[in-house]
């Protein structure tokens, strides 16, 4: 069978996304034909100004609308503790547990080797940079996901921060912890529950 352009155009644009494959990829492009046009055009539209009105804040690179983002410049924060994260998807996750009130710095992605995806290609100098120009930081939570790329980035991170705190009298008083009980080997933080959240926050350890 052979598909109109416009629709194979649609099609192969889904499959770019991750997550989707070209039998998923079908059915949206299906689907999305046989809605009304207005609905088409709000949902070009939002796609459109996706890039347009969204900004990385300039402190934790989390997304949002202005920079600094609406947690960074929320004074009742404690601003001492940062919740390092993989993604903006695991600030909402942690968020909606409803316990955590410092402050996040997001990665956005982790060390893989394999995929050529070094120290340098995600915001870890930055969060170096930043807990070394703050010595009020108290805090450093490793909230990378249990896989082994989320591991090696976490230790990776604390021996970055221990070589600073250690050149650094003003930052030996640093704590290093990493999320604990609640969450699985081989889990992802978005999709945990709340309660799994809020386990895994009390049960955080100590580097």
């Known amino acids: 069978m052979k598909l109109p352009k416009a629709l194979s155009r649609v099609i192969e644009e889904f499959e770019k996304l991750p997550g989707v494959g070209p039998k998923s990829a079908q059915r949206l492009g299906f689907y999305l034909l046989h809605v009304p046009q207005s609905q088409l055009d709000s949902f070009g539209e939002a796609l459109s100004e996706l890039k347009k009105n969204t900004v990385l ?5 989390n997304v949002g609308e ?6 960074c410049s ?3 924060r404690d601003q001492e503790m940062i919740c390092v994260v993989e993604d903006a998807l695991d600030v909402l996750a942690v968020e909606r547990s409803g316990t955590y009130k410092g402050v996040y710095h997001v990665l956005h992605g982790v060390i893989d080797p394999m995929s050529n995806i070094g120290p340098d290609d995600i915001y870890v100098p930055q969060l170096v940079k930043r807990v070394g120009n703050n ?10 996901n249990p896989t082994m790329e989320g591991e090696a980035t976490a230790m990776y991170i604390v021996q970055k921060l221990k070589t600073q705190s250690t050149n650094s009298p003003t930052d030996s008083q640093l704590i290093l912890t990493r999320i604990g009980r609640g969450l699985p080997i081989g889990a992802d933080l978005e999709y945990a529950d709340e309660t799994t959240i809020h386990r ?8």
């Not at 202005?66 to 947690?71: A, L, N, Q």
């Not at 895994?200 to 580097?207: D, I, K, N, S, V």
């Open 200 to 207: 895994a926050m009390e049960g955080r350890r100590e580097f």
């Open 57 to 61: 804040c300039s402190t934790c690179h």
């Open 74 to 76: 929320d004074e009742s």
């Open 135 to 144: 010595p009020k930081i108290r805090e450093i939570i490793l909230a990378t």
């Open 66 to 71: 202005e920079d600094p983002c609406w947690i």
